[in-house]
T-cell receptor, first 116, second 118 residues
Framework: GENVEQHPSTLSVQEGDSAVIKCTYSDSASNYFPWYKQELGKRPQLIIDIRSNVGEKKDQRIAVTLNKTAKHFSLHITETQPEDSAVYFCAAVPVSLIHSNYQLIWGAGTKLIIKP | EAGVVQSPRYKIIEKKQPVAFWCNPISGHNTLYWYLQNLGQGPELLIRYENEEAVDDSQLPKDRFSAERLKGVDSTLKIQPAELGDSAVYLC????????????????FGEGSRLTVL
């Protein structure tokens, strides 16, 4: 079955610098890759996602890139701010979203610390 | 529009006692998930419902955990008896539903129910 590995487990960056979190997946059939942000004590929330027919997607300071050949996808946060401090989870969906057996396979999470 | 509602937010019980968690998903969402999240770790799927049918309960410890989703809307997750290792946050999430072309894939999570077993 699908397996998602996420690195690093903890990332500390200076405020204003960029942060990059990488995930690799094993099932080449996976075609949907969301990223969730979970602030301390709060619920996970979707921040950006990408589908396999797209190589890159951007939303203001956040971008996600997908390399299907290498089976990895990355989250990029530019001009980091204190409110970016959180745990970020990547995930992969090994079947089509319209398949009846659609499910998310989660990475272990990355704790992002923004130093003032 | 209200999001996913869970209760209770916090529960402290002694081991061997029963506990139940309740979840009300977003209106119109056919798929409902119960996840377990330990401190510093990612969500682990316990059970997934499509309407009232449990389509994936392979990770649910059936000797002590049970769940139901009567009428395909609200859901309850029960633990009986609770053990020390069950201390965690129990997250409920909902999504529009598998098999639907309109499904964007996004899961909407509740605030979670934090269980402490003493």
């Amino acid at each position: 079955g699908e397996n998602v590995e996420q690195h690093p487990s903890t990332l500390s960056v200076q405020e204003g610098d960029s942060a990059v979190i990488k995930c690799t997946y094993s099932d080449s059939a996976s075609n949907y890759f969301p990223w969730y942000k979970q602030e301390l004590g709060k619920r996970p929330q979707l921040i950006i996602d990408i589908r396999s027919n797209v190589g890159e997607k951007k939303d203001q300071r956040i971008a996600v890139t997908l390399n299907k050949t290498a089976k990895h996808f990355s989250l990029h946060i530019t001009e980091t701010q204190p409110e970016d401090s959180a745990v970020y989870f990547c995930a992969a969906v090994p079947v089509s979203l319209i398949h009846s057996n659609y499910q998310l396979i989660w990475g272990a999470g990355t704790k992002l610390i923004i130093k003032p | 529009e209200a999001g996913v509602v869970q209760s209770p937010r916090y529960k402290i019980i002694e081991k061997k006692q029963p506990v139940a968690f309740w979840c009300n998903p977003i209106s119109g969402h056919n798929t409902l998930y119960w996840y377990l999240q330990n401190l510093g770790q990612g969500p682990e799927l316990l059970i997934r419902y499509e309407n009232e049918e449990a389509v994936d309960d392979s990770q649910l410890p059936k000797d002590r955990f049970s769940a139901e989703r009567l009428k395909g809307v609200d859901s309850t997750l029960k633990i009986q008896p609770a053990e020390l290792g069950d201390s965690a946050v129990y997250l409920c999430a909902s999504s529009l539903g598998s098999g639907l072309a309109a499904n964007t894939g996004e899961l909407f999570f509740g605030e979670g129910s934090r269980l402490t077993v003493l």
